[in-house]
């Protein structure tokens, strides 16, 4: 849910009537807190995205296997080169699971069970292992315990 940051003002310019019910006094103490928790993650938000120490957004996610160079930078050629062909942590993981699996191979979801990892987590790192051609698709699924639905069984490629 979305709320606007008109909507966010009003609460926050709020006076409250000396008739008000209690419950009422109550309820508007409560909001008026949780508008300044919104404020104060929205600021914590920004400083983590902003700024000399945000981390950059890759194309293959945050990983070393998709770190590249500045242009014109020998020393950033250099790190590049060194860090090329590493996993990051998370796809190491999640690779140690696939390769856990063996022959019978494991799925997205199976994947975040096992390592109690959110969905939006998981399924960027396998893609990535894909890419960097350490996974693939057997051509085979399973049906998801959540969904019911048929989802694809994955495979460490030896």
């Known amino acids: 849910m979305r709320v606007s940051e008109e909507k966010l003002k009003q609460i926050e310019a709020w006076k409250l009537r ?5 419950r009422i006094v109550q309820a508007a103490q409560l909001t008026k807190q949780l508008v300044a928790d919104i404020r104060d993650l929205q600021a914590k938000l920004v400083a983590a995205t902003t700024g000399p120490f945000a981390r950059r957004h890759r194309e293959w996610g945050d990983t070393p296997e998709a770190a590249g160079a500045a242009q014109g930078s020998a020393t950033s ?6 860090l090329s062909g590493k ?7 999640v690779l ?23 969905r939006h987590t998981v399924t960027p790192r396998r893609r990535e292992l894909v890419l960097g051609g350490r996974v693939r698709d057997t051509g085979r699924t399973r049906i998801a315990a959540r969904t019911g639905r048929s989802i694809t069984v994955w495979a460490a490629i030896q």
């Open 96 to 118: 140690q699971v696939i390769q856990k699996a063996g022959d019978n191979g494991a799925t997205d979801e199976e994947i975040e069970v096992s390592l109690e990892m959110a």
């Open 18 to 22: 000396a008739d008000e019910t209690p």
């Open 87 to 93: 996993l990051g942590e998370l796809q190491e993981r």
């Open 77 to 82: 050629a250099q790190s590049a080169q060194a």
